[in-house]
């Protein structure tokens, strides 16, 4: 009976020593386990920490931006408003330059009608030798042109030569004149006014270098110079023409190579 007594207190006591470190050991556990969720949160925490220290840094630097933004939108503002105050300005130059301009041309203007009034004035005076009437010139370029053809059909030479005449002056390169200026030269050296002829011929050259009437215009520029003494004109015109078999350029030129 003794012995089953002490048997049993044995057993108990082992019992509770075996509960006892099943206890110990479990809070050893959970106590580890807390230390590694602590640092776990520590280390999230860490994390949220620098996080929250980048998003901060990025706020700041896009508040910079933006007030940079803000000053660089107000410059540029104030600099196309400036632009835009120095354009008006120019444009307002050029208008004013634009309206002295037209001032000083409708001035022009009314001192070249004043001048050509005048000049018909004058006109009006003159005589036609083949008829003995006054001879009235057309104010407009087309109606003078007209009335030289008008009279040349009519007969009436003396009349057209002093349209002609007219007509070249007002309407200098008018592309006209290579039939006019022709008519001009060869009138001229008919009526023995060879340096006018050469005046004329001249022109000719120059505004129509290869014209029709290119070879005609270079002849009588040698037989008004040969007339006049201009040899080393006659001498080249002669001897353009030799080298085209013009006419009787070869023989001109002989008469023009013994000019001195």
Do not use: W
């Not at 354009?87 to 307002?92: F, G, K, N, R, V």
């Not at 009608?113 to 030798?129: F, N």
């Amino acid at each position: 009976m003794k012995f089953r007594i002490v048997c049993l207190i044995a057993l108990i006591s082992l019992a509770f020593c075996s509960t006892g470190f099943v206890c110990a050991t479990r809070v050893e556990q959970m106590e580890a386990d807390i230390a590694a969720l602590q640092l776990q949160f520590a280390e999230i925490q860490k994390r949220v920490n620098n996080d929250q220290t980048q998003l901060t840094e990025m706020i700041l630097r896009a508040d910079r931006k933006l007030e940079e933004l803000g000053s660089s939108q107000n410059e540029t503002h104030d600099q196309v408003s400036q632009q835009n105050v120095q354009l008006a300005l120019e444009l307002e130059q050029s208008r004013n330059e634009l309206a002295a301009m037209r001032g000083r041309l409708d001035v022009q203007q009314k001192a070249l009608e004043e001048m050509q009034s005048s000049m018909q004035s004058v006109m009006s005076s003159m005589s036609s030798t083949s008829g003995g009437s006054g001879v009235i010139l057309p104010n407009d370029q087309e109606s003078l042109y007209r009335f030289i053809e008008e009279n040349k059909a009519a007969g009436k030479a003396d009349v057209a030569y002093t349209a002609m005449l007219e007509y070249i002056r007002r309407y200098p390169s008018d592309e006209r004149n290579e039939k006019l200026l022709p008519q001009v030269a060869a009138s001229l050296a008919a009526n023995g006014d060879h340096r006018e002829a050469i005046t004329y011929g001249a022109k000719y050259l120059q505004q129509f270098p290869t014209g029709e009437s290119r070879n005609e215009i270079i002849y009588i520029l040698g037989d008004s110079g040969l007339k006049v003494g201009n040899c080393d004109l006659a001498k080249k015109s002669f001897a353009t023409l030799q080298a085209l078999n013009y006419k009787d350029a070869a023989a001109r030129a002989k008469e023009a190579a013994s000019c001195k």
